[in-house]
């Protein structure tokens, strides 16, 4: 472990082990699709530098607990529960969440995203940050933010020109369309697919989406196996422990140049933006949504917008006076007073 002691954390959202040179980092929460919540960030940049300050690991697997998710991003609850009614939170959160990315682009070993399931969101942007991925062949690939109130600059907006190139990264950026596994073989997302779709116990290679709805219900003798996947990231694991420890870490340093400019080019100025977002219209509408599992109304916003209303702020912008009791700053559309009840001058057309 060497002479340097990291303050201990206790982990109650992942989960860490080490053995034989591996180290493993596992989001636990799959009753939440493995979303991070604020703990979960602290808890994964701890065990991120614990690995990378141990000379016992040469390599570390970053995976989600379960078959449906590697990691689905930020916990939407939460967004919605805590940072929509504290935006100015979202900034501490934001470098929480910066702490999280460079604890993996800064661990100085090889990092491997085992994707054992859905990697969306926070979570493409999770995988993104590591330095290889192997994919099962039931998952996809794909980004929400525009979908949800957001902007996904924590990775996917910096990264996703760089891997994929600029058109595709804008497809999957502002369409959020889902990217399967070997469409992201294909694109450059990830290393390797593997299969992950079993029929009456045997592998089915390019298994049809039919096929793997029915592996992840468990029906008609389907179902999803790990087995091949956990073979293919233990045989990089092997490989990449025969490789000289400090020649490996300079040539991540090296290889992370484009990857470290365009991050802190923009991180900061994006916690800065969504700190301020959270206090708008946007974020409070498509977090509510998905709480309370509805479609958005975005062509609600942008009539707003263009006939006259706001698209900032649900009540209108604060400008009535009550000259009952003087309270100001008033929502537009407020026919009453908050503060004391009487009528307020009719809204201006």
């Given at each position: 472990?060497?002479?340097?002691?990291?303050?201990?954390?206790?982990?109650?959202?992942?989960?860490?082990s080490?053995?034989?040179?591996?180290?493993r980092v596992?989001?636990?929460?799959?009753?939440a699709?493995?979303?991070?919540?604020?703990?979960?960030?602290?808890?994964?940049?701890?065990?991120f530098?614990?690995?990378?300050?141990?000379?016992?690991?040469?390599?570390i697997?970053?995976?989600?607990?379960?078959?449906?998710?590697?990691?689905?991003?930020?916990?939407?609850?939460?967004?919605e529960?805590?940072?929509?009614?504290?935006?100015?939170?979202y900034?501490?959160?934001?470098?929480?969440?910066?702490?999280?990315?460079?604890?993996?682009?800064?661990?100085g070993?090889?990092?491997?995203?085992?994707?054992?399931?859905?990697?969306?969101?926070?979570?493409?942007?999770?995988?993104?940050?590591?330095?290889?991925s192997?994919?099962?062949?039931?998952?996809?690939?794909g980004?929400?933010?525009?979908?949800?109130?957001?902007?996904?600059?924590g990775?996917?907006?910096?990264?996703?020109?760089?891997?994929?190139g600029d058109?595709?990264a804008?497809?999957?950026?502002?369409?959020?369309?889902?990217i399967?596994?070997?469409?992201?073989?294909?694109?450059?997302?990830?290393?390797?697919?593997?299969?992950?779709?079993?029929?009456?116990?045997?592998?089915?290679?390019?298994?049809?989406?039919?096929q793997?709805?029915?592996?992840?219900?468990?029906?008609?003798?389907?179902?999803?196996?790990?087995?091949?996947?956990?073979?293919?990231?233990?045989?990089?694991?092997?490989?990449?422990?025969d490789?000289?420890?400090?020649c490996?870490?300079?040539?991540?340093?090296?290889?992370n140049?484009?990857?470290?400019?365009?991050?802190y080019?923009?991180v900061g100025?994006?916690g800065?933006?969504?700190?301020?977002?959270?206090?708008?219209?946007?974020?409070?509408?498509?977090?509510?949504?998905?709480?309370?599992?509805?479609?958005?109304?975005?062509r609600?916003l942008?009539?707003?917008?263009?006939f006259?209303?706001?698209s900032?702020?649900?009540?209108?912008?604060?400008?009535?006076?009550?000259?009952?009791c003087?309270?100001?700053?008033?929502?537009?559309?407020?026919?009453?007073?908050?503060?004391?009840g009487?009528?307020?001058?009719?809204?201006?057309?």
């Amino acid at each position: 472990m060497g002479e340097i002691r990291l303050p201990e954390v206790e982990f109650t959202e992942i989960t860490y082990s080490r053995d034989g040179w591996v180290a493993r980092v596992t989001i636990n929460r799959p009753e939440a699709y493995n979303a991070y919540s604020t703990r979960t960030l602290i808890e994964l940049a701890a065990a991120f530098r614990q690995a990378a300050f141990d000379d016992e690991v040469a390599v570390i697997v970053f995976t989600g607990s379960g078959t449906n998710a590697f990691c689905t991003g930020g916990d939407v609850k939460e967004y919605e529960s805590v940072y929509t009614k504290s935006p100015h939170d979202y900034w501490k959160y934001m470098g929480l969440f910066s702490a999280y990315i460079e604890s993996i682009v800064k661990t100085g070993k090889p990092v491997i995203a085992r994707l054992n399931g859905i990697v969306v969101g926070g979570g493409n942007e999770s995988h993104l940050a590591c330095d290889l991925s192997v994919i099962a062949e039931h998952a996809y690939v794909g980004q929400v933010g525009t979908g949800v109130g957001s902007v996904a600059a924590g990775g996917a907006t910096q990264w996703l020109p760089i891997v994929v190139g600029d058109r595709r990264a804008r497809w999957m950026l502002m369409l959020n369309r889902r990217i399967p596994a070997y469409q992201a073989l294909e694109w450059g997302l990830v290393n390797e697919v593997v299969p992950s779709v079993q029929h009456d116990g045997e592998f089915i290679e390019h298994a049809t989406p039919e096929q793997i709805k029915l592996a992840q219900k468990e029906q008609d003798g389907y179902s999803i196996d790990l087995s091949k996947l956990d073979e293919a990231v233990d045989g990089l694991c092997e490989e990449l422990i025969d490789k000289f420890a400090e020649c490996t870490r300079y040539t991540k340093q090296q290889a992370n140049f484009w990857k470290d400019l365009s991050w802190y080019q923009t991180v900061g100025h994006a916690g800065e933006w969504l700190a301020l977002h959270y206090a708008s219209w946007e974020p409070l509408e498509g977090m509510s949504a998905f709480v309370e599992k509805r479609p958005p109304r975005y062509r609600m916003l942008r009539e707003q917008a263009a006939f006259g209303g706001s698209s900032e702020f649900p009540w209108g912008p604060y400008m009535k006076h009550c000259p009952s009791c003087g309270a100001g700053n008033l929502p537009r559309n407020f026919e009453y007073c908050g503060q004391c009840g009487h009528a307020l001058e009719p809204r201006e057309s």
